[in-house]
């Protein structure tokens, strides 16, 4: 391992339960904002969709008035947030682009409250209790990372934590770190062995994104239980926010079931050292992979 | 998890010191391939360039003699074991292909002896210890599972397994199985924290690669410490060969230090009931995955 000196990031995970509505969910972040700019945090990490409940329980037209125009009211209040603690801030809304055209969209707040840019959502889920194809619009503005004051943040979201492809595009755009806003739990009517199962390939995958691209990823994910409307049925949500190095060592992981602010220092000298020792990146062999632009090889 | 029925394979992993020159090793492996069978195995897998030391830890024209072609002497010793005892076998040679052109060459034999097919190890790595550039070029014949009676292989060598790449062209090809014969280990120089972070790493990897291909993934590491030629130094193999489920759950794994025949159970019929719950090749943004094939997006 190189000598390099060390470059020291402190990044503060809000994991949270529903409140209710968008004005008192609102509220709760903008303490735990303040109580992570008090704890020194340079970034802060929003979990998906913290506005309100996890929706996409079930399919109706009525739930598409949460969504907003952005920047519009609660962009704006994060943008505030944001300045008010001099801090960088990752968000995620449920953006209204037009009648009828929705996207699931994280935002980044600069410390002096300029909303820098935003992230689409490129893969989108669908299946028994995560009903997003319903609501989300595919992004159309690809894997983009921003530069801000802390350094050049690969964000994505939730579904994209499975996909190597997404996390291997923002760091050959030179991310320095990956963040995740996710929502992702149980259902109850799975074993405790299946449970552990999913929960494990979860941290696994998004720690395998870390090794493969040398570079520290950060995923911020819901806890508590959420009853999906009319139904007995619900999803638990698994909590165990936390935060890996660029070897995917953990660095600090929260809770599977209580709200908690994780606050962590990650040391950003140490992604080019490590890529240093395993220099991944030289050896891709970029004249065999066209097929990975085909949905098969058959 | 739907209620598909099992489909049981039984794979063998041979985890094993360097014994000395090929016919020693090739003797042990044929012990160590009977008792796979005598345990019912029906694939054994074998760690990579088996029939030696690690030779690339040194640059030195004269390791060239260990080369052979394929088929040649040590294929045709796998093909008769292959044969002897109905299982298939996954080895790894050092294949001489014409004077001054070598590969580090995977080789897969039916259980009638048949040398079906092989793979050349497409990324080639060159750190300190490991000076793989000198000796192998790099492979020309992609990313191509085969058909066994076991069902498709994808087999991948070493360095390949820090690349989601390999193993996601594999999957997209059909491969049912992703496996790694491969040799990494220890520098003593590096702290006891670096070497659990690296060794950590490199299972995180895989199992990374069998989460985001719902695929399980066999990997057979060199055990015991090798000597650099005319060098104290030298590399500490770290063992841990593994096998895991398409979740990227741990199904079993070997030791750190010792020689180990590992045999284990993989339900081939749980991939797709994987697949089912967490269908990620149906959401893969293909229109979004372009600039996969450049070196670095600048």
């Known amino acids: ?29 903008e303490q735990r904002v303040a109580e992570a700019a008090a704890a020194g945090a340079q970034l802060v990490l929003l979990q998906e969709l913290h506005n309100g409940p996890y929706f996409c329980q079930h399919e109706s037209v009525d739930e598409f008035d949460r969504a907003e125009a952005i920047p519009g009211p609660s962009s704006e209040r994060l943008s505030e947030l944001a300045k008010q603690h001099g801090v960088v801030i ?11 055209l929705y996207h699931n969209t994280a935002v980044v707040l600069e410390r002096d409250g300029r909303l820098l840019a935003r992230y689409r959502k490129m893969h989108i889920p669908d299946d028994p209790g995560f009903y997003e194809k319903f609501y989300f619009t595919p992004g159309d503005i690809g894997f983009q ?20 492809e997404g996390a291997r595009l923002m760091a050959l755009a030179g991310a320095e770190l990956l963040l995740y806003p996710t929502a992702i739990g149980w259902d109850r009517n799975d074993s405790e062995d299946e449970q552990q199962r999913q929960r494990q390939a979860w941290i696994i995958s998004q720690r395998g994104h870390a090794v493969a691209n040398g570079l520290p990823v950060l995923s ?21 926010s936390f935060v890996a ?6 660095l600090a992981e929260a809770s ?15 992604s080019e050292a490590v890529r240093r020792i395993w220099p991944f990146l030289r050896d891709r062999r970029i004249d065999a992979y066209d097929d990975l632009l085909k949905r098969y090889r058959d």
Chains 1, 2 share one sequence.
Request: hydrophobic fraction near 40%; charge should be negative; glycine fraction near 10%.
């Open 1 to 29: 391992m190189s000598s390099n000196r060390p470059r020291l990031l402190r990044v503060a995970l809000v994991q949270e339960i529903n409140h209710g509505d968008a004005a008192t969910n609102l509220a709760v972040i």
């Open 90 to 100: 990752v968000g995620s809304l449920f953006e209204r682009r037009a009648p009828g």
């Open 145 to 164: 990372p921003v530069d801000t004051s802390v350094g050049r943040l690969g964000v994505l979201v939730c579904w994209d934590q499975w996909y190597p």
């Open 220 to 240: 911020c994910n819901r806890t508590g239980f959420e009853q999906a409307p009319g139904s007995e049925e619900g999803i638990d949500f698994w909590g165990s």
């Open 245 to 250: 190095g660029p070897q995917g060592e953990m």
């Open 256 to 270: 599977v079931d209580k709200p908690q602010l994780l606050v962590v220092d990650v040391d950003m000298a140490r």
